[in-house]
């Protein structure tokens, strides 16, 4: 497989360069990204420590889902260990540079999956162990890793049912990546058996549980102690990592949310991509909202904030009431409410939620979650839990409870590296 794949990326790597030539010019922003890509200016400390450890996150989801284990990995083992981080996209890099940095010894952009490329990270960093955070596989680099003698650990790893299917479709190419891992640690039990399923050993698998489990501070100030960075005296209704097609219906839900209850409120968009700031503001213009985008810094009444900013979210989620978790109204396969339950809040989710099916279930069930399959079901059980004070705690508590159950999810990551570094 890994033959035949640079094979083709020999033959083609004509018209990729040409591409590469003309996406630069076209487009200057991504010109020292993709220098760096290809290994331009790519400095690791010297002298190196007793060991070097890589950790690699796709993007923005990716690397907040890892910053607090860097964190611990700095405090932990800072004077041994030599730390490399590496990220794909450009709002990746610009979240880690503030998230990440001050816990790790490089920043990096991520390679291009060609081998001189691969050959000559895998040289110049020679880490002892690689972590992967979730996804992004590459055969060159990995492959190169395994055979240079570093372990490699996928961590966070879960599969939706769309991965599922391409995995399957494409087994040829897929299982011997894979197989380049010393062990898949997975987010859940139903992980671990669909990897089991595409015929990795069982004995490579483990459920280490999901790094957003993980707290800063699971018995710090509770958010009515903290100064809001919201307009004061409202209650809080939280719509993060929304998509197209879904605004719409939590805006017209919140209309109606206004228009029956005399309590104050206030609503927080966070699309899931930021470049899409100005789409949402249009449609909350449209319904005569009045707005503040987050980024002015600015603190007056209005309607609606606009969260246009990288990697805000998931910190602001403590001054949440009530949070609706988007990607799930519309087929998305919906996020990750782990973000929104650490902090107490009660969630709300659509039909939508195949990517975290088994942890929306288990909220479901234990209470700390309602689902809602349209608008008008939205605006149901946000107006019943704005009037229910006692409702919204009960499923606050609920949330909670449930996340400090998996308090546990930091340490034993900690512990498995341990054993490697």
Known sequence: MILIYNIIALLLSPFFALWLLVYVILVPEK?????????????IPHPPKSKTLWIHALSVGEITSASLLVKQLHHRKSESTTIVFSTTTISGYQLAERLITPYCDALIYYPLDFLPVVRFFQTTIKPDLYIQIETDFWPNLLRCLASAGTTLLLFNGRISHRSMQLYQRFSFFFAPIFDTFSLLCMQTESDVRKMVKLGVAIDKTRTLG???????????????????????????????????????????AFIRLLETTEKKCHLVVAPRKISRSEEVIDLVRERDFSFTRFSSNELHDSHVTIIDTIGDLPTLYRYADISFIGGSLVDEGGHNPLEATRTGSPVLFGPHMDDFSEISQDLLECGAALLVKNSSELFKSLRLLVENESKRHEMGEKALIFSTGHDHVIADHLELINRYL
């Open 210 to 252: 999901n790094l957003k489990f993980g707290r800063e501070n699971p018995n710090g100030e509770a958010s009515s102690q903290l100064c809001s960075p919201l307009p004061a005296n409202n209650l809080y209704v939280f719509a993060g990592s929304t998509h197209a097609d879904e605004e719409a219906q939590i805006l017209d």
């Open 31 to 43: 010109r020292s990204v993709i220098l760096q890509r290809l290994g331009f200016g790519l400095k």
